[in-house]
Nanobody
Framework: QGSLVESGGGLVQPGAALKLSCTGS????????KGWFRQAPGKEREFVAA????????YYADAVSGRFIISGDNGARTLYLEMNNLKPEDTAVYYC?????????????????WGRGTQVTVSS
């Protein structure tokens, strides 16, 4: 129901763009609100972005607002995170999550299902 697999991470230079994908094998990624988080070395996991199950509204952490875009394709059971103008401080393991268990707009929200993450490294 809730298996999630991220892909698309890699090593990029500052200012570059990268698009992450998260594919779900079950219904969770389609029927629930979903989101992206990240965790840098030595730091706690932090909220990045969330989108509602109908893919009509979203909200972002201040650190990425205006640079990152969350979107999805329910037919393809896939969630995306488009990251633009990447900075070294964006370096982290990025996780997708599905089925929000907290109120819409919560900061941070919590989710029932989590992927295992994909590494994003921004370095010159």
């Amino acid at each position: 129901q809730g298996s999630l697999v991220e892909s698309g991470g890699g090593l990029v230079q500052p200012g570059a763009a990268l698009k992450l994908s998260c594919t779900g094998s079950g219904s969770a990624i389609v029927t629930g609100h979903k989101g992206w988080f990240r965790q840098a070395p030595g730091k706690e996991r932090e909220f990045v972005a969330a989108i509602d199950w109908e893919l009509t509204k979203s909200y972002y952490a201040d650190a990425v607002s205006g640079r990152f875009i969350i979107s999805g394709d329910n037919g393809a059971r896939t969630l995306y995170l488009e990251m633009n103008n990447l900075k070294p401080e964006d370096t982290a393991v990025y996780y997708c999550a599905a089925v929000m268990t907290t109120t819409w707009g919560s900061r941070p929200p919590d989710f029932r299902f989590w992927g295992r993450g994909t590494q994003v490294t921004v370095s010159s």
